[in-house]
């Protein structure tokens, strides 16, 4: 195991060697696999590649592709995995300069840069005072959820109950045509979210799909 530790710290810093414009970056991005789209906490960034933390193992060559925000998908292979970790080589060179200056926008191409949303489909529930309501989310973040639930409006304080996830207390912030957007009075943990993204479609729960729509 020693060796094995070793030898991923000594890949990791080849990887840093090779391309000196490696630069570090605290984010979350969206990482989609064949059959699997979760988050990934974006650690290192250049324009071959990225390091992050993916709480998953993935197969070595593995395609996969990553949304770095609305709009910017970048595709390539996983060059090394390791205790939750991943090490993914574009397929072209991005550019790196314009790729984190983006990033760090508030928008971007007159929308709003916010924080990566998983697209899901997950059977749930919402309690509106004592009255339970059945939901199913269409996409969630560490924010909130846009779920189909109806009799809900703009401003009610409900509970969103889901399951492998601990009850949240949400405000409806907008609603239409039985579709609304809760924002979390409290944020999701990333690290609590990203485990929940893969128990909701690698752990086969029973309410739980990716959207491929």
């Not at 973040?141 to 492998?164: C, F, H, N, W, Y």
């Not at 039985?178 to 993204?197: D, K, Q, Y």
Request: aromatic residues 6%; glycine residues 10%.
């Amino acid at each position: 195991m020693e060796a094995e530790a070793n030898q991923t710290d000594g890949q990791e810093s080849e990887d840093r060697r090779r391309d000196g414009r490696t630069t570090a970056v605290y984010r979350p991005v969206l990482l989609e696999a064949d059959g699997f789209t979760g988050f990934c906490l974006l650690r290192n960034l250049s324009p071959s590649g990225m390091m992050g933390v993916a709480y998953a193992d993935f197969a070595i060559g593995e395609a996969v592709s990553v949304q770095f925000m609305p709009g910017h998908v970048v595709s390539g292979k996983v060059a090394w995995s390791k205790e939750g970790k991943i090490g993914v080589q574009f397929d072209e060179e991005i550019d790196l300069a314009a790729a984190l200056k983006n990033m760090g926008s508030t928008h971007v191409e007159s929308q709003l840069n916010r924080a990566p949303r998983l697209p899901i489909q997950c059977d749930g529930e919402a309690l509106l005072g004592d009255v339970r309501i059945k939901l199913e989310v269409r996409d969630i973040s560490q924010r909130g959820i846009k779920a189909v639930i109806p009799t809900v409006r703009p401003g009610d304080e409900v509970t969103v109950m889901l399951p492998g996830m601990e009850p949240r207390k949400a405000v409806v912030r907008w609603s239409q045509l039985n579709v609304a957007g809760l924002n979390f009075i409290r944020p999701v943990g990333f690290e609590e979210l990203a485990r929940w993204a893969i128990f909701c479609q690698a752990e086969g729960c029973a309410t739980c799909e990716r959207k491929t729509a």
